[in-house]
């Protein structure tokens, strides 16, 4: 598995907006498009007000194709179902922390578990939320729409949370990514990039393009 520093700029289209009657082909088109990982929502309803897929759906992807699997639990009890998620083969398991949970002890099952861990915020969520846990982190991820659905339009009021973050990496010498994930296509990719995200979810600018290979470059090249 190849590994990525901060430096990097990772694209990673968002399964949710994804044709789901083709799943398997639409993540071999995603890999074959160019995607550095695969970013997949999980949604259960209470969290927030849609549902979407379980392990189940992740361990099929991880035992048919070969990408880095983000895993994003949107969920209000990830420490109940951690190891679930674990066991289906996530390469990176990321928790919020408006989230019902311990989330240090939850952050430390995941990298004990040998899986790459991340904490998500909200846009109402100051970045002061995270910063305890910056230090136990291999990615924060700061969301640029109110998570739920797919197709809302990036929040720009949410880039000071992620070069707040990046300061806060170079002055404390740490080496988490930061990711930011909603709305992001070629015009706002380089707003996030500038102010110091470097991995990118995007769903519907890469999944619903006609030619997904020339999307991703774009927000690559952006």
Do not use: C
């Not at 907006?17 to 550095?36: L, N, P, V, Y």
């Not at 997949?40 to 392990?55: A, K, Q």
């Not at 289906?88 to 099952?109: C, Y």
């Amino acid at each position: 598995m190849k590994h990525w520093s901060y430096s990097d700029r990772v694209i990673a289209p968002s399964l949710l907006a994804a044709d789901f009657t083709r799943i398997g082909e639409e993540t071999t088109r995603a890999s074959q498009s160019g995607a550095d990982w695969l970013h997949l929502d999980v949604m259960d309803g209470h969290f927030v007000d849609n549902i979407s897929f379980g392990p189940a759906i992740i361990q099929a992807i991880d035992l048919s194709h070969d990408l880095f699997l983000d895993v994003h639990l949107m969920i209000s009890r990830p420490d109940h179902y951690l190891d679930r998620f674990i066991q289906a083969g996530s390469d990176l398991i990321t928790v919020h922390a408006e989230a019902d949970h311990d989330v240090s002890k939850t952050l430390t099952r995941i990298r004990n578990a040998g899986v790459k861990a991340g904490l998500a915020i909200n846009p109402a969520t100051p970045l002061s939320a995270a910063e305890p846990y910056l230090d136990q982190i291999d990615l924060l991820l700061v969301m640029t729409v109110v998570p739920g659905f797919g197709g809302q339009s990036f929040m720009l009021e949410t880039m000071p949370k992620v070069e707040q973050a990046a300061t806060w990496r170079t002055e404390r010498n740490l080496a988490y990514h930061i990711e930011v994930d909603g709305g992001i296509d070629p015009e706002t990719a380089p707003i996030a990039a500038a102010a110091g995200a470097n991995v990118l979810v995007a769903g519907s600018s890469t999944f619903k393009a006609s030619d997904m290979a020339a999307a991703i470059t774009s927000i690559r090249e952006a």
